[in-house]
């Protein structure tokens, strides 16, 4: 099982970026996909998570009303839509997989990807 993400960049504060998790191999058996995001000298926080069976979907208190998570199972891809970003928000955005319902521990998850780096300028 692997993940990639793509779609990170520079964005000014008040901007927005979609980025993409795109799954391979058995991706099907660990159905609950999470960002997670890191700033430098931070710990791992989740930012948003979704089962891509039943298409429901959780945020983190610090993103709802401006991050939409979303999924097209025929691409084995997941989405994570993110607007009215913050310069605080500047950080490496990890996809992960696992089969914990809407765990915001990252030891839940078992497989990630290498990251994306989001960077947000004043």
């Known amino acids: 099982v692997q993940l990639v993400e793509s779609g990170g960049g520079l964005v000014q504060a008040g901007g927005s970026l979609r980025l993409s998790c795109a799954g391979s191999?058995?991706?099907?058996?660990?159905?609950?996909t999470a960002w997670f995001r890191q700033a430098p000298g931070k710990e791992r926080e989740l930012a948003a998570v979704i089962n891509r069976v039943m298409g429901t979907t959780s945020y983190a208190d610090s993103v709802k009303g401006r991050f939409t998570i979303s999924r097209d199972n025929a691409k084995d891809t997941v989405y994570l839509q993110m607007n009215s970003l913050g310069p605080w928000e500047t950080a490496v955005y990890y996809c992960a997989a696992g089969r914990t319902e809407f765990s915001d521990n990252p030891s839940s998850y078992h497989v990630w990807g290498q990251g994306t780096q989001v960077t947000v300028s004043s």
């Open positions: 191999g058995r991706i099907y058996d660990s159905y609950v």
